[in-house]
Each structure stands twice: as C-alpha cells, then as structure tokens.
C-alpha cells in the first residue's frame, strides 16, 4: 500500500489548489466582476499575469516535500448552476484545510473572500487554453509525493463517437484530458467530473497507467443535472482522510456514494441519467 505521508488534514502541511477566473480582454491590469451573491466586484487577472503566477508557483515548489493542490474548472460562464458548484467546491476544499496558495479555478467568477489583484494566485478566463495551460504547468509543479484534485463542471457534448468538455473556444476530448493528466507525476490524481456525458472520460482513465481515481454522475451516453449530485459531493468533502491511498479511496468512495443516492431519488424520473461511477486506473495498481 502506497501512503500519502504528510495528506492528513489536520496537520496543516502546505496544501495547494490552483484558481482561474474569467476575465475579459488582456493587458496587464486585473479584470473584475460582480461575484454570485451581488457583492463588490473580486478582482480577476489577465491571462498574462495568470501564466506569471504559474512560473511564480513552479519556481516556489520544493520537490520532495508532500503537498495537496487542486484545480477547479467552470467550463461555461454562462450558468449561474455552474458557478455556484465551483464555489462550493472552493468552500469545501478549504473546510477540509487546502492552502489557497495551492488552488488554480477557471472560473466567470472569483469565489475567494480574499482576492487582492496582488496575491499570486493563478485566476483568470476559463477557456480550453488556460485549461491546457494549467495542466501543462502542474506537470512541472507537481512531483511523485503530491496528491492534485481535478474538478470539471459545465457542459459535456457528444462529437461523433468522441466526448469533451465543451468550453466556449472549442472542446476538450477525453482522450485529450487523460494525456495532459498522465504528463504529471503526481502520487495520486483524483478527477471529478459533472458534465453530461462525463461517463466517457472515465472510460478514457480506466486504461491509463498514470495513477488516477476518476469520478463521474454519469455515463457517456446520458446527459444529466448535475446540481444535486456536485451539492451532496462537496457538501461531504471535508470528511475527506488523505492520509494514505487506501484511506483516500475509501473516504472517496463513501463520499460518492452518498452524492449518488441523492442524484438517483432527484433524478429518479430518468435513472440513465444518473449512472455515475468511480474508476480506477490501471496505474491505481488495483
């Protein structure tokens, strides 16, 4: 059994998620919006100074040492259900101890109390591009001792045989997603995915060697709704136990499994809609 050293969350070793924000234009001066609840605007970065950030965490990170970093994905900036999954995801990864220094979101809006246009926090437009980017960046950041949190929500799509994650600049395969994971040499990657059709990206995981725990509400034949099953999921997160690998799959199992049975009795008037699973790589060694 593989253990995860330091991912115990009461320890309060340095953990880390990675947060991107929509913004519009470019240049070098933060970007804002009104956040979802009507407040004063948060500040949000270029993309420039959000790729600056990015070299700014690369050069910070210490090989060697056990760290916790998470990535959260809004792929549509048009829905107000979207964004309030990544905030709930931002808020449950913080009650279960994860650094902000260690968060990266794409998301249209910046869930975080404390956004100074200062603070090196990656954070800007959630594209298919920045996406890409990030991903590329953690595969210099991240090393074999750490453990990184993938969550994807917004819209899937069926493009012939082929499922993605439909950004609004253009999609991103399954198979695309599985190789930019499989570049970074993480202990343990756990991808959390909402969208229709995200049954297919777990079918794309399950072959991998890299070692990746893929989560789904679906299969890749369905659409879905994902609010009840991401509401339950991270509403129980923070019982996560990262302490070892077998500890992190059973807390993630259990934590599915409840997030499963409230989507099914939601859902209970279409169940194909909610047969979501929980895949192991072949990577997983299982």
Not at 8 to 15: A, F, L, P, Y
Not at 53 to 64: F, H, I, P, Y
Not at 113 to 123: A, E
Not at 151 to 173: E, N, P, W
Request: net charge positive; hydrophobic share 35%; with cysteine.
């Amino acid at each position: 059994m593989r253990r995860i050293g330091l991912f115990r969350i009461s320890t309060g070793v340095r953990m880390g998620m990675l947060l991107v924000c929509w913004s519009i234009g470019s240049g070098g001066n933060p970007l804002s919006e009104p956040d979802s609840m009507g407040k004063e605007p948060r500040s949000l970065q270029t993309p420039e100074r959000f790729r600056e950030n990015l070299k700014q965490m690369e050069t910070a990170s210490v090989r060697g040492k056990e760290n916790k970093y998470a990535v959260l994905v809004n792929a549509d900036k048009n829905n107000r259900l979207h964004g309030t999954n990544i905030s709930k995801a931002y808020k449950a990864f913080k009650a279960a101890g994860f650094s902000d220094s260690d968060i990266i979101i794409l998301n249209h809006l910046n869930p975080r109390s404390d956004m100074s246009p200062d603070r090196p926090y990656p954070t800007t437009t959630s594209n298919h591009e920045m996406f890409k980017d990030t991903l590329t960046a953690l595969s210099r950041i991240v090393d074999y001792n750490d453990l990184l949190f993938v969550y994807c929500t917004g819209h899937g799509k069926r493009v012939g045989g082929a499922i993605t994650l439909a950004f609004r600049d253009q999609t991103m395969s399954a198979m695309e997603y599985c190789q930019l994971l499989e570049k970074i040499s993480a202990l343990t990657i756990v991808s959390v995915m909402d969208q229709c059709y995200s049954g297919g990206f777990s079918s794309a995981i399950e072959n991998s060697y890299a070692p990746i725990i893929s989560i789904t509400d679906t299969d890749e034949k369905h659409a879905t709704y994902c609010q009840h099953f991401a509401e339950q999921f991270w509403s129980s997160f923070s019982r996560i136990d990262c302490s070892s690998t077998g500890t992190l799959t059973n807390s993630l199992e259990a934590i599915f499994s409840e997030a499963l049975i409230v989507h099914k009795d939601k859902l209970k008037q279409t169940p194909a809609r909610t047969r979501g699973k929980i895949t192991y790589s072949k990577g997983m060694g299982w």
